[in-house]
């Protein structure tokens, strides 16, 4: 059964670069995306971005200027750097296993597997 | 526009049935996932495609989706399905994943 663990700093002040790295076990890394979500406390999720296994990425709009998704496949791992962040960052982190099924009219999308979540704190 | 849009809460009986809707222009290229989320947990992936269920998840959870619109139903609702339910799905045109800003499930 995939299972994905993820670990990072927990503790940021502002403008530092946040930090997170998910690993993939048990599972393949190619054919599927390799999301990072974010939840600020008591409200709802937030898509970061996500990279496939040739390493092409796709990062949320909002964030794209200060977002870096990266694999190692060799280790079957990828890693969220985003820098200068804000109180305004303070979530949980997680990562997420995302699977595109293209039909000829309708597609879906969905994520299976998530890891157990990071918080991060940004406080001076 | 490239959001979904939820219902901040709902509330159902127990052992009644509740619907909970998404709606957004992605819905009509992409069927949405559902996520079950309680508190202090990561999302649970409980409907994706046109109406498929992980292994584990309940047949009382169910999906059906319709032009822009999409739904999820829970039929005979258990106190255990009290939490916040999310939809995503991913915008064919900027290939952007988006998540509605979730539902709270209330089991009276």
């Known amino acids: 059964q995939v299972q994905l663990q993820q670990w990072g700093a927990g503790l940021l002040k502002p403008s530092e670069t946040l930090s997170l790295t998910c690993a993939v076990y048990?599972?393949?890394?190619?054919?599927?995306?390799w999301s990072w979500i974010r939840q600020p406390p008591g409200k709802g999720l937030e898509w970061i971005g996500e990279?496939?296994?040739?390493?092409?990425?796709n990062y949320n709009p909002s964030l794209k200027s200060r977002i870096t998704i990266s694999i190692d496949k060799s280790k079957n791992q990828f890693s969220l750097q985003l820098t200068s962040v804000t109180a305004a960052e303070t979530a949980v982190y997680y990562c997420?296993?995302?699977?595109?099924?293209?039909?000829?009219?309708?597609?879906?999308?969905?994520?299976?597997?998530w890891g157990k979540g990071t918080t991060v704190t940004v406080s001076s | 526009s490239s959001e979904l849009t939820q219902d901040p809460a709902v509330s159902v009986a127990l052992g009644q049935t509740v619907r909970i809707t998404c709606q957004g222009d992605?819905?009509?290229?992409?069927?949405p996932s559902w996520f079950q989320q309680k508190p202090g947990q990561a999302p649970l992936l409980v409907i994706y495609?046109?109406?498929s269920r992980p292994s584990g998840i309940p047949d009382r959870f169910s999906g059906s989706s319709s032009g822009n619109t999409a739904s999820l139903t829970i039929t005979g609702a258990q106190a255990d399905d009290e939490a916040d339910y999310y939809c995503n799905s991913r915008d064919s045109s900027t290939n952007h994943l988006l998540f509605g800003a979730g539902t709270k499930v209330i089991v009276l």
């Open positions: 990279i496939d296994h040739s390493a092409n990425t």
């Open positions: 992605s819905l009509r290229s992409y069927f």
């Open positions: 495609g046109k109406n």
């Open positions: 048990s599972g393949s890394f190619s054919g599927y995306f």
């Open positions: 997420a296993r995302g699977r595109v099924v293209r039909g000829l009219i309708t597609s879906y999308y969905y994520m299976d597997v």
